[in-house]
């Protein structure tokens, strides 16, 4: 009986998978954002096997500082004669990094509080959107500013600053869901056979808002990448680890801008740009998907 219901449940997810895979694949945005993230993952993740070249600082070559784009060096090459690609390469490597653990404490938190907040209500509700009206108001960036500044420059640290200071719009978000999920028939049901908080929680309301939270971390990928690049570019990025906003920090430092060596701005500016943009084009249709309001129209 328990293999046959393990087969059912299998049965039932590839469905619901394939249903959702059909859906999705007719939005062309939502489509071509999740080739670009995954063109991203494919070409970062695999860094060291796609290129001869070093990263580290002591072995540039200081015969090809700031080198124009060459056959040789297809983006040319930094104040300390590294090659561009190599480094734009890596440092998808860190910032995807970044905006994957950081959306995903981010979400955590947030579903949590959420969760907790909406369930519950009462006095309970009341201090946890206090205290997430406090994370809405205040501006995240000066704050993740403060708070990289006093914790140092690490890559550890940053991660941490970006999300902690990130789950308050899924909280809201999430809360609001839970509220409306916790009146369902389903759920009177569930109490008067017994069922307690932690169950009805964690087995009624969490899978009923799951594809709301998924598609919540997606978009917040995106903005922690840009955080991430805003930290790195202010100087409070760490200098051991080589990220996008860490290249564009390098580059003002040395002058790039004024001194138009435009190929050490360019190329970490766009893929930042193109990581925010697929993020949002992919988290764009899932809440069609999931929200039949969007999808009617």
Not at 18 to 46: D, H
Not at 55 to 82: F, M, Q
Not at 243 to 248: A, N, P, R, T, V
Request: charged share 15%; glycine share 10%.
């Amino acid at each position: 009986m328990a293999t046959k219901s393990g087969v059912r449940i299998s049965l039932n997810l590839a469905r619901r998978f394939i249903g959702f895979w059909s859906e999705y694949t007719k939005s062309r945005i939502g489509v071509f954002g999740l080739i670009i993230m995954l063109s991203f993952i494919a070409v970062s993740a695999p860094a060291p096997y796609l290129t001869t070249y070093s990263i580290k600082a002591s072995e540039g070559n200081i015969y090809e500082v700031l080198k124009a784009p060459s056959s040789k060096h297809l983006l040319g090459t930094d104040e300390l004669g590294r090659d561009m690609l190599t480094l734009v390469v890596y440092g998808g490597r860190i910032s995807l990094l970044v905006g994957f653990l950081a959306t995903i404490i981010a979400g955590v938190l947030g579903t949590l509080v959420g969760s907790v907040s909406g369930y519950f209500g009462g006095w309970v509700d009341d201090l946890l959107m206090r205290i997430n009206d406090i994370f809405l108001v205040i501006p995240g960036l000066p704050l993740m500013i403060v708070l990289s500044a006093l914790l140092g420059r690490g890559i550890w640290n940053i991660i941490f600053v970006i999300g902690i200071l990130s789950w308050s719009g899924t909280c809201r978000v999430i809360r609001s869901q839970v509220m409306s999920v916790k009146e369902k028939s389903f759920i009177e049901s569930a109490r008067a056979a017994g069922a307690g908080d932690t169950w009805i929680l964690t087995r009624h309301i969490l899978p009923n808002v799951l594809p709301l939270i998924v598609a919540q971390m997606v978009v917040q990928v995106g903005g922690a990448v840009l955080s991430e690049s805003a930290l790195s570019f202010l100087g409070l990025g760490d200098p051991t680890h080589i990220s996008w906003g860490m290249i564009l920090h390098y580059a003002f430092s040395c002058g790039a801008l004024s001194s138009g060596y435009w190929w050490y701005l360019l190329p970490p500016g766009i893929c930042v740009a193109l990581v925010v943009l697929a993020f949002s084009f992919m988290g764009y249709s899932l809440d069609r998907i999931i929200n039949p309001r969007i999808r009617a129209r």
